[in-house]
T-cell receptor, first 115, second 114 residues
Framework: DQQVKQNSPSLSVQEGRISILNCDYT??????FLWYKKYPAEGPTFLIS?????DKNEDGRFTVFLNKSAKHLSLHIVPSQPGDSAVYFC??????????????FGTGTLLAVQP | DTGVSQNPRHKITKRGQNVTFRCDPI?????LYWYRQTLGQGPEFLTY????????KSRLLSDRFSAERPKGSFSTLEIQRTEQGDSAMYLC????????????FGQGTRLTVV
């Protein structure tokens, strides 16, 4: 049972334009969401996170939006740069009772930013 | 370097052999996690430690897998009697453990069982 879904395996965007990566989840107990970026042969690198008490969090070129009623979140990258080309993973955590912060990951979206 | 460190980066082993991986977390982090990633998938949770206590193990972690964090600092993950299906990237991550804190990952150990 895939609790975190990234339905677009890949996305291609022109440099300078907006990249929008989407993520859906099924577990209503998830209350903390993160985006990671991963280059080949490296571990995931943390990008940005959002708590369920918010609907938007912004950090530089990266903005994450959370729609709890739709169980959907998205990552916007503006403007996109060639160095942003990587696999992006959405992850979610259910922190009930101050628990593990165990992350459940989606399958990833490969972003290619064309110069 | 104050990031999460994993050794070795690559390991090739014959089926049936035992292998051990090491993870050194960020020094002030009390939570340590092990994940496994196969091609085309996201990282899958294996187990987690709060200091030296192993508090959760995934059903993915068969009896051939054992993890330790004896002094609440570095951790080891051992796989006994390796099988070809164990071939994957093994990722270690650490976090402060407080609410709203992200986990930081190491570069992983790529295991190939031949």
């Amino acid at each position: 049972d895939q609790q975190v879904k990234q339905n677009s395996p890949s996305l291609s965007v022109q440099e300078g334009r907006i990249s929008i990566l989407n993520c859906d989840y099924t577990n209503s107990m998830f209350d903390y969401f993160l985006w990671y970026k991963k280059y080949p042969a490296e571990g995931p690198t943390f990008l940005i996170s959002i708590s369920s008490i918010k609907d938007k969090n912004e950090d530089g070129r990266f903005t994450v939006f959370l729609n709890k009623s739709a169980k959907h979140l998205s990552l916007h990258i503006v403007p996109s740069q060639p160095g942003d080309s990587a696999v992006y993973f959405c992850a979610a955590s259910a922190r009930y009772g101050g628990a593990t912060n165990k992350l459940i990951f989606g399958t990833g979206t490969l972003l290619a930013v064309q110069p | 370097d104050t990031g999460v460190s994993q050794n070795p980066r690559h390991k090739i082993t014959k089926r049936g052999q035992n292998v051990t991986f090491r993870c050194d977390p960020i020094s002030e982090h009390n939570r340590l996690y092990w994940y496994r990633q196969t091609l085309g998938q996201g990282p899958e949770f294996l187990t987690y430690f709060q200091n030296e206590a192993q508090l959760e193990k995934s059903r993915l972690l068969s009896d051939r897998f054992s993890a330790e964090r004896p002094k609440g600092s570095f951790s080891t993950l051992e796989i006994q009697r390796t099988e070809q299906g164990d071939s994957a990237m093994y990722l270690c991550a650490s976090s402060l453990g407080a609410t709203d804190t992200e986990a930081f990952f190491g570069q992983g150990t790529r295991l190939t069982v031949v």
